[in-house]
């Protein structure tokens, strides 16, 4: 009778330590969501086109890091967006690849968005995505205008 009581009790505590603050589950968010200066975001996308836009440095040097950026179209069902891969994301941002972008951010560059995921979130490949993306609908190409409130 103690042996089921005291497995009962460790159940208890185990759900009890699942709920740590922090190990929230991840609200996904759709690419159709994103706006202008926000942050946090987590999306499963398909990687529809990559390009290498810049590469420097020599890998000849171990201390001198090569600098690799490639601008990716992403998406899902809702849309697409222009991600930019650094460095080591971009060996993972190959076209058709599925990829998990966690904690991603919106960043603004001449008037559109891009998402970007810098050192505190994280990619990951990820099994590939059942949708098909929507590609009529990219929010790269919207572009905003910077407006100045003057006050009266």
Same mark, same amino acid.
């Given at each position: 009778?103690?042996?089921?009581?005291?497995?009962?009790?460790?159940?208890?505590?185990?759900?009890?330590?699942?709920?740590?603050?922090?190990?929230?589950?991840?609200?996904? =968010?759709?690419?159709?969501?994103?706006?202008?200066?926000? +942050?946090?975001?987590? *999306?499963?996308?398909? %990687?529809?086109?990559?390009?290498?836009? *810049?590469?420097?440095?020599?890998?000849?040097?171990? +201390?001198?890091?090569?600098?690799? @950026?490639?601008?990716?179209?992403?998406?899902?069902?809702?849309?697409? @967006?222009?991600?930019?891969?650094?460095?080591?994301?971009?060996?993972?941002?190959?076209?058709?690849?599925?990829?998990?972008?966690?904690?991603?951010? @919106?960043?603004?560059?001449?008037?559109?968005?891009? *998402?970007? %995921?810098?050192?505190?979130?994280?990619?990951?490949? =990820?099994?590939?995505?059942?949708?098909?993306?929507?590609?009529? +609908? +990219?929010?790269?190409?919207?572009?905003?205008? *910077?407006?100045?409130?003057?006050?009266?």
């Amino acid at each position: 009778m103690s042996a089921a009581q005291g497995g009962g009790g460790g159940s208890a505590a185990s759900a009890e330590a699942s709920e740590k603050p922090g190990l929230r589950k991840p609200v996904f =968010t759709k690419v159709e969501q994103l706006k202008p200066g926000t +942050n946090g975001h987590t *999306l499963t996308v398909k %990687v529809v086109t990559s390009k290498t836009v *810049l590469q420097k440095g020599r890998s000849a040097s171990a +201390n001198l890091r090569q600098t690799r @950026i490639a601008e990716c179209l992403v998406g899902d069902e809702t849309g697409t @967006i222009v991600f930019t891969a650094r460095n080591d994301q971009v060996d993972m941002m190959k076209a058709g690849a599925t990829v998990i972008l966690r904690n991603a951010k @919106i960043d603004m560059f001449k008037g559109s968005m891009r *998402l970007a %995921v810098d050192k505190w979130g994280r990619v990951e490949v =990820t099994e590939p995505a059942t949708f098909v993306v929507k590609e009529d +609908n +990219n929010l790269s190409l919207v572009e905003y205008e *910077l407006v100045n409130v003057m006050e009266g």
